[in-house]
């Protein structure tokens, strides 16, 4: 396959000719979120779309440039580019950020199609939105946390308190305590900064707080805070406890101190989504992946299943069988004190 890279109006334009049948290629534009391709999470959503190119006829632009721009009018600008200049007939933007600029474009332009990932946008025929089941990974990975920790004290920390985020921290919360009534969970969020995101781009507050934690006994962390998460990580390495990472499979970033990772498969997603969009039958609305569609799971925990013990993997299967089958009714947010 020939990649030709042009540098337009601030676009790395990529033609794809894949090994479709298509008469004319799709445009395909696909915005990063925060982070830009240097995100685990935006990387898996570009690898989906560069899988379907393998086997689909799709021109792709991709535009990381306004990944971490805080300004909504760049991001209607980096909509209006693709559209206006790049011929995009659809447009994939990861990450909650876009909403309100995918809201405004897909109202301009009803004949595009436009997906956004990891975020929810109704009532517009021409948007589909990839949401994940986040509640259910997290509540597998607090079931595997009520059934390996010492202490019986858990944390997790998040990036910040927003609904993504609190998702995350019910499940894993609701998974402890169906587990491991007597266990003790502590919840904390690293910024409320909602201009920067600045909670999932710390590591060093990630470090900080879950040492804290560490120190006071927890000996199991769940973090569900982007680049901070690697801080998390750093700290359960240095004080030989357990982290539990998040999206992407974390575990070799500190081989046999990261329990598991809560992973979502975000490449599968997009993939479904742009082979919707060729075979001409986009479906708008929210789409959920969990559990049972493959969506949401745990890592294969290659470096400590040993230490984990075939009693408890078994115990955990169970257990994760019982939520694809919607026997467990798990919680999205936590309560309110």
């Not at 009018?73 to 990861?94: C, M, N, T």
């Not at 990839?130 to 597998?140: N, P, S």
Request: hydrophobic letters at 45%; proline letters at 4%; a negative charge.
């Amino acid at each position: 396959m020939q990649r030709l890279a042009v540098c337009f109006a601030f676009l790395l334009v990529l033609c794809l000719p894949g090994a479709g049948h298509a008469a004319e290629p799709l445009t395909v534009a696909f915005l990063a979120g925060a982070g830009g391709l240097k995100s685990p999470f935006n990387q898996l959503a570009y690898d989906g779309l560069m899988e379907a190119s393998e086997n689909l006829s799709l021109e792709v632009i991709v535009d990381t440039t306004l990944a971490d721009a805080n300004d909504p009018a760049l991001k209607r600008d980096a909509l209006k580019r693709v559209i206006e200049l790049g011929d995009a007939e659809y447009v994939i933007a990861s990450g909650s950020e876009w909403v309100e600029a995918v809201q405004q474009s897909a109202q301009k332009h009803p004949d595009v199609y436009y997906t956004l990932v990891n975020a929810r946008l109704e009532g517009l025929d021409n948007v589909s939105c990839i949401v994940f089941a986040d509640q259910e990974g997290g509540y597998l990975a607090g079931a595997l946390a009520a059934l390996t920790t010492k202490t019986g004290l858990v944390g997790f920390i998040g990036g910040m308190d927003i609904p993504e985020i609190e998702s995350f921290a019910a499940g894993y919360a609701a998974g402890v305590h169906d587990v491991g009534p007597r266990a003790s969970v502590y919840v904390e969020y690293i910024s409320d900064d909602e201009e920067t995101f600045a909670g999932f781009r710390s590591p060093e507050q990630g470090y900080t707080m879950a040492s804290r934690m560490y120190a006071k006994g927890v000996d199991v962390i769940f973090a569900a805070a982007g680049a901070s998460g690697e801080g998390v990580i750093r700290a359960a390495q240095e004080t030989g406890a357990w982290a539990i990472g998040v999206d992407y499979d974390q575990d070799h970033l500190a081989a046999g101190h990261v329990l598991t990772s809560v992973v979502k498969q975000v490449n599968n997603a997009v993939l479904l989504e742009v082979s919707s969009v060729v075979a001409g039958k986009f479906s708008p609305g929210v789409h959920v992946y969990g559990v049972k569609n493959g969506g949401v799971g745990l890592s294969p925990m290659t470096y400590t299943r040993d230490v984990i013990g075939k009693g408890v993997l078994e115990a955990l299967k169970e257990i994760e069988t019982k939520v694809a089958d919607g026997e467990v009714d798990i919680p999205k947010t936590l309560p309110r004190q």
